[in-house]
């Protein structure tokens, strides 16, 4: 059974810096394409930033600049750092990863149905 292991997040001022990983435990193949997705309050699930197998990535354009992913293929652990950050960002933050080059055939993809495996969710609180 494949699951994404979330750690990171937290809490900061406005300006600050977090940074979260993502573990992908119990499938030794690197996922084909894996993202960052965010969901605050009253609000809808939006795409952060993907990457796919080739290392090519895509961020919203809310974060461009700000936000950077990295992957480290031997632990099969995605990470993203989060700098100059803003109340904004504040949301419930997840992981996702999907194998199937069919399925993932768009990746690098902010949209949620590219991705059928998720994490658990961490919260990122920013604080003006």
């Known amino acids: 059974q494949v699951n994404l292991v979330q750690s990171g997040g937290g809490s900061v001022q406005a300006g600050g810096s977090l940074g979260l990983s993502c573990a992908v435990l119990?499938?030794?193949?690197?996922?084909?394409?894996m993202g960052w997705f965010r969901q605050a309050p009253g609000k809808e699930r939006e795409g952060v930033a993907a990457?796919?197998?080739?290392?090519?990535?895509k961020y919203a354009d809310s974060v461009k600049g700000r936000f950077t992913l990295s992957k480290d293929n031997a632990k099969n652990t995605l990470y993203l750092r989060m700098n100059s950050l803003k109340p904004d960002d504040t949301a419930m933050y997840y992981c996702?990863?999907?194998?199937?080059?069919?399925?993932?055939?768009?990746?690098?993809?902010?949209?949620?149905?590219?991705?059928?495996?998720w994490g658990q969710g961490t919260q990122v609180t920013v604080s003006s």
């Open positions: 119990g499938y030794p193949d690197s996922p084909y394409c």
């Open positions: 990457i796919a197998k080739d290392g090519s990535t």
């Open positions: 996702a990863a999907e194998w199937s080059a069919y399925r993932a055939h768009d990746c690098p993809s902010l949209l949620d149905t590219t991705f059928g495996h």
